[in-house]
């Protein structure tokens, strides 16, 4: 890797399902998480991005308060879809963390062209945000959008609500 800018990985199972301490979702061991913890210590930066129909929960409880891992998940609305508990669009970090997790919880129906009509580049000039915590569970797709917090670290964009 000596040199690369770039490294992509594709695991089968991803392990997505196992928190730090734990089994979960027919997995044993978070391959992802590992191999993403071990890059972001050894390069100073990685961006894990997981499409799933089930969030990996795993995954965020093990980067949620890290600031050198940014999670991005695509997933089904945890109202609806496994796991239920968590993946909404308002947990966006903790701590050092804050704004490296991005959830993107999928309505019913939706198709490639819906989803991808929401995301839109941001100038690198512009101010960074963090997004607004919503108090409610059923808030609406405005007080729930979401925004990437970036200093530079890592590519900004910004999601518009559908």
């Given at each position: 890797?000596?040199?690369?800018s770039a ?5 089968r ?12 979702g027919?997995?044993?061991f978070?391959?992802s ?7 972001a210590?050894?390069v ?7 499409v799933?129909y089930?969030?990996g929960?795993?995954?965020?409880q ?5 600031a050198?891992v ?12 496994f ?11 903790a701590?050092?963390g804050?704004?490296f997790t991005?959830?993107l919880?999928l309505?019913a ?9 929401r ?15 919503s ?6 797709p405005e007080?729930?959008?979401s925004?990437i ?9 910004t999601?518009?609500?559908p």
């Amino acid at each position: 890797m000596a040199g690369d800018s770039a490294v992509y990985g594709l695991a089968r199972p991803p392990g997505h399902h196992c928190p730090r301490s734990a089994f979960g979702g027919y997995g044993l061991f978070n391959y992802s998480a590992a191999a993403s913890a071990y890059l972001a210590d050894r390069v100073g930066r990685v961006a894990v991005l997981d499409v799933d129909y089930h969030h990996g929960n795993g995954t965020q409880q093990i980067f949620y308060h890290r600031a050198d891992v940014l999670y991005v998940s695509l997933h089904a609305d945890p109202d609806r879809a496994f796991p239920y508990f968590i993946g909404w669009a308002d947990e966006n970090g903790a701590g050092p963390g804050e704004g490296f997790t991005l959830n993107l919880p999928l309505p019913a129906g939706c198709t490639n062209d819906h989803h991808l009509a929401r995301w839109r580049p941001r100038s690198s000039a512009s101010p960074s945000t963090t997004p607004p915590r919503s108090s409610s569970r059923s808030a609406s797709p405005e007080a729930r959008s979401s925004a990437i917090r970036s200093s530079g670290a890592f590519p900004s964009f910004t999601i518009r609500p559908p």
